[in-house]
Each structure stands twice: as C-alpha cells, then as structure tokens.
C-alpha cells in the first residue's frame, strides 16, 4: 500500500534479486528472498493512479483503488506489479495474533496490511469505539488477482455484573454481494465487507481469515483491511464488452470503431459506495475534432448510463494515425481520465 504520488519503502520477495538477503516470514519463507527499495504509486506529480492489467478484470475490480507501482528493481517485471492506495494510516500484522486472547491492537480507521499465512492462519485485531460511530470493513484480496476466500467476524468484548468476559458476535461477512443484474456483468468477489455501527462505547474486536488456509496456503496470499469512516461516493467503468446476440450467457471484448457518419454507444457503469445515492451527470472533453458526445445523466436509482460518440457526416475527425489509442476525459464531480480503451486503464 501507498499513497499516491510519495515515494514509500516497499519490500520485493522472489529469487535472485540484486541486494537480497533470505525472507523471513511467519510459517517458513524456504528459498524465497526479500529486498527493500523505494518505488511510488502513480504519478508523482499529479498524485494520480494508473494500471495497466494483464489479465481479465471484474467490474468488482474496478471498484478498489489500486495502481502500478515503478521502481527501478520492478523495471524488468514480466508485468506491472499493482498496489493499493491507502487511505488511512497503514498498519502491518504483527505476530502474534492468531488467537481470540491475543489480538494485535489497532487505532481505527486505518488500512492492515496482512497475509493467510501460514496455513490455517487467523488474524485477531482489537481496538475501542464509541456508541454510535460508524465503520466500514472490507477486505480486499481476491480483487488483487488472489485465489482467496476471506471471512470477516466483529464481536464485542465485555464483562457482566459478576465480572465475567463476555463475548458477542455482533456482525460475520463472507462474500460482497454483486453490484449488477445481467450476465454479461454480473461477477460477485469472495472479499467481504461490513458496515458497522458500535452499539454501545466499549472494546471490539475483528477475526480476519481465508477459508480455505486450512487446506492451502501461500506467502503471497495477501490482504488489506481497509476500515475507514463511510464515505458516500463512486465509480465509474466503461465497459468494452459485446453481448453475444446468440447467446446471452457470452460476450465478446472489442475495440471501439467510430466511422464517419456513424455513432457508437459505450456502457457506463457505477459502482456506488457507502450509501451514495445522487444523481450522476457525464460529459467528455478532449475528444478529436469533428467528434461529438452525449451528454448522460444517470438516476439515483440506476447503475448504468449509454454514453453515445458521434462523427457526423461530411466530418474529419483529426486523429493521430500513429497512436494505438485516443485518449479523452470523462468529466463528473471529479476528473476520471479514460487513457487506454485496450486495457481499461482508468485514472482518477
């Protein structure tokens, strides 16, 4: 994790790398080596984020904050190595603490670092709330590119009129639930949230661990428990995907074609966070000349807009033939720079 446009310390496993000394880590590294170095995330001078994936991506990845890291020792990667941007103080695990009796204090809000590991690893954590004040829990792992499964529990820690602990579970998470109808985008994530809401001032404390570490388990299968004060917000994708008329189970990836005289409709998705619920108005700055756009308004109630570029006929669009893509801004209540169709790089 990183906030982005800083430079920060980060620590590089693998084999062979320059400057290396054996990894430690909890469980047994074997033969696994560790190096420190200074890298950023993003663009340091406009504090932005980028990513470049190599794989498919979920609507429900789009939706966490992550960008590629550069440093000079991730130059020769086989892929860009992305990072989460933090957003509150960021905590690293610290064993022990794989029992109930002996959880690792933390201050909320802020963003754990951790992993599943060992196998059948548990994290405990423990920190205070005051009635009425509201968190939310979500851990982000499969949404990394992670074959993980995580589980959140919160109980209350108490004791009773004799002086006896008392523990309650007060709220279990395993699996967020899809934010779209419809096959071609509907994809659930394994991470699980919660929105909590201390019912009364006293200690708390929050099990994190991967269902299936009792079975198998690996040193990169890392996690981030991001617990922050609700923030109403959102999201935007623009979805490159061609339902199959055939089949509506199938849809194809394509690159967008905008022909003289014709128009072409691009899907934009919302991902809303915490509870917002306004509307959302768009338009697009920077397009070539000749070319125009819609201007799209979506309800409070929706999730989904048509955003529709037009090149009229009789137009020329001034395009620059040498570039593989156009690059152009989505405005909103914020910027959100689309900078590469082909790999859905999106940059808020």
């Known amino acids: 994790m990183a906030k982005p446009g800083e430079t920060t310390k980060i620590s590089v496993f693998g084999r062979g790398l320059p400057g290396s000394s054996p990894a430690i880590l909890e469980g047994g590294a074997g033969s696994l080596e560790q190096v420190t170095v200074d890298a950023s995330l993003g663009d340091p001078a406009k504090g932005t984020l980028s990513r470049v994936s190599r794989r498919l991506m979920a609507p429900r990845d789009s939706s966490i904050d992550a960008g590629d890291i550069s440093a000079s020792l ?58 009425g004040e509201e968190f939310r829990f979500e851990v982000i792992s499969q949404r990394l590119g992670l074959p993980t499964d995580a589980s959140l529990t919160i109980e209350s820690v108490g004791v009773d009129d004799k002086g006896q602990p008392v523990v309650k579970e007060i709220a279990f998470s395993d699996d967020i639930a899809a934010d779209f109808a419809g096959v071609g985008v509907d994809r659930p994530t394994t991470d699980p949230a919660i929105s909590f809401k201390a019912p009364v001032d006293g200690n708390y404390r929050v099990l994190i661990r991967d269902l299936t570490s009792d079975s198998r388990t690996l040193p990169e299968h890392a996690y981030i428990l991001e617990i922050r004060r609700p923030a109403p917000d959102f999201r935007l994708l623009v979805m490159l995907a061609l339902r199959d008329k055939a089949d509506a189970n199938k849809a194809a990836i394509w690159t967008p074609s905008l022909p003289i005289g014709g128009s072409l409709a691009l899907d934009v998705l919302v991902l809303r966070r915490d509870g917002f619920a306004g509307e959302i108005s768009l338009e697009v700055e920077g397009l070539p000349a000749g070319v125009t756009a819609s201007t799209v308004s979506i309800e409070s109630k929706s999730n989904r807009g048509s955003l529709v570029l037009s090149a009229p006929e009789g137009g020329r669009a001034d395009v620059d033939h040498h570039s593989s893509h156009r690059s152009f801004e989505i405005r909103h209540y914020r910027a959100c720079s689309i900078r590469s169709f082909r790999n859905l790089d999106m940059e808020c």
């Open 74 to 131: 991730l130059s020769s990667a086989l892929q860009p190595i992305a990072a989460l941007a933090a957003v509150g103080p960021v905590v690293i695990e610290t064993s022990p603490n794989d029992t109930s009796s002996q959880p690792q204090a933390i201050q909320i809000p802020c963003d754990v670092a951790g992993r599943f590991h060992p196998k059948g690893d548990r994290d405990w954590y423990s920190f205070t709330a005051k009635a």
